[in-house]
């Protein structure tokens, strides 16, 4: 691909904690390696962006504060940097990057995630889907977003799946952190579960130890479930 001015507008990034924060400051960085990446987002993250990507801030809460100001933002920012790309790092941003794609005729991308499509929020369902099928291309973060696109009425010709990926090769282990956090919460000679993400009803987590749990501690005693998360107060 030759060398593109993209235009990133989201509310998820670090400081906020979650995945979809890890993984869109990974996607500005990465793209910002060989391309000319804008950024939107919450004034928050200004300090830990990407250092190629140029940041642009406006306030974190109340939400509807955030979205009327990145609205007017990217259109200012598409009136004068000329992007050829406009790049939702959610679904929430979605009706900003693809409304002001159609008026100054580029390219709309959307990347969805689970919490993206599978709401129920009648107000989202209503006003965000319709528009999340209007962008010319949307990414889905895994097979079970992908489904859940089409059930909402996406084409599916509109959708790829990228998964989040990883670094590699990973980082040495720290030996004495393993065997201080094993000690601390007496996890010796235990076979390890681990969960790791935000403490919600779509997770599961409760169904898991009700139905699946017993089974496995059952078949292998010395089994112990570490969840690792805290309830989403950004989402």
């Given at each position: 691909?030759?060398?593109?001015?993209?235009?990133?507008?989201?509310?998820?990034?670090?400081?906020?904690?979650?995945?979809?924060?890890?993984?869109?400051?990974?996607?500005?960085?990465?793209?910002?390696?060989?391309?000319?990446?804008?950024?939107i987002s919450h004034t928050k993250a200004r300090t830990i962006a990407p250092s190629k990507a140029k940041f642009y801030g406006v306030t974190l809460d109340?939400?509807?504060?955030?979205?009327?100001?990145?609205?007017?933002?990217?259109?200012?920012?598409?009136?004068?940097?000329?992007?050829?790309?406009?790049?939702?790092?959610?679904?929430?941003?979605?009706?900003?990057?693809?409304?002001?794609?159609?008026l100054f005729r580029k390219k709309s991308l959307v990347y969805i995630h689970g919490l993206d499509i599978g709401t129920n929020n009648i107000v989202y369902n209503l006003v965000w889907i319709p528009i999340i099928r209007?962008?010319?291309?949307?990414?889905?973060?895994?097979?079970?977003?992908?489904?859940?696109?089409?059930?909402?009425?996406?084409?599916?010709?509109k959708i790829e799946i990228i998964h989040p990926g990883v670094s590699f090769p990973a980082p040495e282990k720290n030996q004495y952190l393993i065997s201080s956090l094993k000690t601390q919460f007496k996890l010796e000679n235990k076979k390890v579960l681990i969960s790791v993400g935000r403490l919600t009803a779509r997770k599961a987590i409760r169904e898991f130890v009700e139905n699946s749990l017993p089974t496995i501690i059952q078949s292998c005693p010395d089994t112990i479930l570490v969840i690792i998360g805290d309830t989403p107060s950004q989402s």
């Amino acid at each position: 691909m030759s060398k593109k001015k993209i235009l990133i507008v989201t509310r998820n990034l670090p400081p906020l904690i979650g995945g979809m924060e890890r993984l869109n400051w990974h996607i500005a960085d990465e793209l910002s390696k060989d391309h000319d990446v804008l950024l939107i987002s919450h004034t928050k993250a200004r300090t830990i962006a990407p250092s190629k990507a140029k940041f642009y801030g406006v306030t974190l809460d109340p939400l509807p504060i955030f979205l009327i100001l990145a609205f007017i933002k990217t259109f200012w920012i598409c009136l004068t940097q000329r992007p050829d790309i406009l790049f939702a790092g959610s679904g929430l941003t979605a009706p900003i990057t693809v409304f002001w794609a159609k008026l100054f005729r580029k390219k709309s991308l959307v990347y969805i995630h689970g919490l993206d499509i599978g709401t129920n929020n009648i107000v989202y369902n209503l006003v965000w889907i319709p528009i999340i099928r209007m962008a010319d291309k949307i990414i889905a973060n895994s097979t079970s977003t992908f489904d859940i696109c089409v059930q909402k009425g996406v084409y599916q010709n509109k959708i790829e799946i990228i998964h989040p990926g990883v670094s590699f090769p990973a980082p040495e282990k720290n030996q004495y952190l393993i065997s201080s956090l094993k000690t601390q919460f007496k996890l010796e000679n235990k076979k390890v579960l681990i969960s790791v993400g935000r403490l919600t009803a779509r997770k599961a987590i409760r169904e898991f130890v009700e139905n699946s749990l017993p089974t496995i501690i059952q078949s292998c005693p010395d089994t112990i479930l570490v969840i690792i998360g805290d309830t989403p107060s950004q989402s």
